[in-house]
């Protein structure tokens, strides 16, 4: 089993930043992929950016790439998501996730967090 805890979440006004955290737990944690997916109102959940575990194969949707960077403290089995110059377009539930498989444009997570919400305000 693998716990992930999201935080961070919140409300800002379109440009402004954001930067999420979630920490991984759980005696199935390895070294897993850890990423992020999220869910707006009205829609299904989608892929935003996943990171493996060495850090250097970082893969991001074509609709944040450029205004957010995934990283990730293996020591702290922690993966950050920093947003930057937010559009009202990226108001959404975020959801933390790790294990499973990556692909050139995408992830298929085995673990999800119950997620954060993130506002953004025109």
């Known amino acids: 089993q693998v716990r992930l805890e999201e935080s961070g979440g919140g409300a800002v006004q379109a440009g402004g930043s954001l930067r999420l955290a979630c920490v991984a737990s759980?005696?199935?944690?390895?070294?897993?992929?850890m990423g992020w997916f999220r869910q707006a109102p009205g829609k299904e959940r989608e892929f935003v950016a996943v990171i493996g575990w060495k850090g250097t194969t970082r893969i991001y949707s074509d609709s944040v790439k450029g205004r957010f960077t995934i990283a990730r403290d293996n020591a702290k089995n922690t993966v950050y998501l920093q947003m930057d110059n937010l559009e009202p377009e990226d108001t959404a539930v975020y959801y933390c996730a790790a294990g499973g498989v990556t692909y050139p444009s995408g992830y298929e997570a085995d673990y999800w967090g119950q997620g954060t919400q993130v506002t953004v305000s025109s």
């Open positions: 759980g005696p199935n944690f390895g070294n897993d992929a």
